[in-house]
T-cell receptor, first 112, second 117 residues
Framework: ETGVTQTPRHLVMGMTNKKSLKCEQH?????MYWYKQSAKKPLELMFV???????ENNSVPSRFSPECPNSSHLFLHLHTLQPEDSALYLC???????????FGPGTRLTVT | AQKVTQAQTEISVVEKEDVTLDCVYE???????LFWYKQPPSGELVFLIR??????QNEISGRYSWNFQKSTSSFNFTITASQVVDSAVYFC??????????????FGKGTKLSVIP
């Protein structure tokens, strides 16, 4: 498999659930990103990992918890989400921080 | 504070016309990066270009060209001889250091381009 893959593609969860989004890149890149795209707000960069260390520290609620176990995998752990967290979550990777980024297809999350 | 303005919410052009998407940014830093992304109807975001603040040379890539003007804080994107496949939402973004060793990245609201056959 090539490029950036994300699973699941669609997720519906209740506010008390715990779920995780997974991203995998097969490009040998050193940086990985989580973005949030919702209908009501501009695209937002949530987290960035470079060489498996978090380098971007945006104001993201603690109910979102990223994990980067190695340079090829990135997770976004979700717990006690709110309906306003419903959005498209996009993962991306790049060779170096803020270099040309390659995006996955996204996970469409709906919080009920 | 930083801000990215894409004043054109939606644009429609007829195929083969040229079209320019505007992007105006605000920053107090001298070091920053500017980006353009494309999001076609399929939803997958595509990175188009990154430009750093010290490189004002305009760039051309096939039918795409970018005009970076620091004097007017603009980073406009032109598509020449537009095609239906260019129909997408285009985002401009600005990244500048936050003083703590990382970068804040701010996106514009996007311009939806429709190319009519």
């Amino acid at each position: 498999e090539t490029g950036v893959t994300q699973t699941p593609r669609h997720l519906v969860m209740g506010m008390t659930n715990k779920k995780s989004l997974k991203c995998e890149q097969h490009l040998g890149h050193n940086a990985m990103y989580w973005y949030k795209q919702s209908a009501k707000k501009p695209l937002e960069l949530m987290f960035v990992y470079s060489l498996e260390e978090r380098v971007e520290n945006n104001s993201v609620p603690s109910r979102f918890s990223p994990e980067c176990p190695n340079s090829s995998h990135l997770f976004l752990h979700l717990h006690t989400l709110q309906p306003e967290d419903s959005a498209l979550y996009l993962c991306a990777s790049s060779q170096a921080f803020l270099d040309s980024q390659y995006f996955g297809p996204g996970t469409r999350l709906t919080v009920t | 504070a930083q801000k990215v303005t894409q004043a054109q919410t939606e644009i429609s052009v007829v195929e083969k016309e040229d079209v320019t998407l505007d992007c105006v940014y605000e920053t107090r830093d001298t070091t920053y990066y500017l980006f353009w992304y494309k999001q076609p109807p399929s939803g997958e975001l595509v990175f188009l270009i990154r430009r750093n603040s010290f490189d004002e040379q305009n760039e051309i890539s096939g039918r795409y060209s970018w005009n970076f003007q620091k004097s007017t804080s603009s980073f406009n994107f032109t598509i020449t001889a537009s095609q239906v496949v260019d129909s997408a939402v285009y985002f401009c973004a600005l990244s500048e250091p936050d003083g703590a060793g990382s970068y804040q990245l701010t996106f514009g609201k996007g311009t939806k381009l429709s190319v009519i056959p």
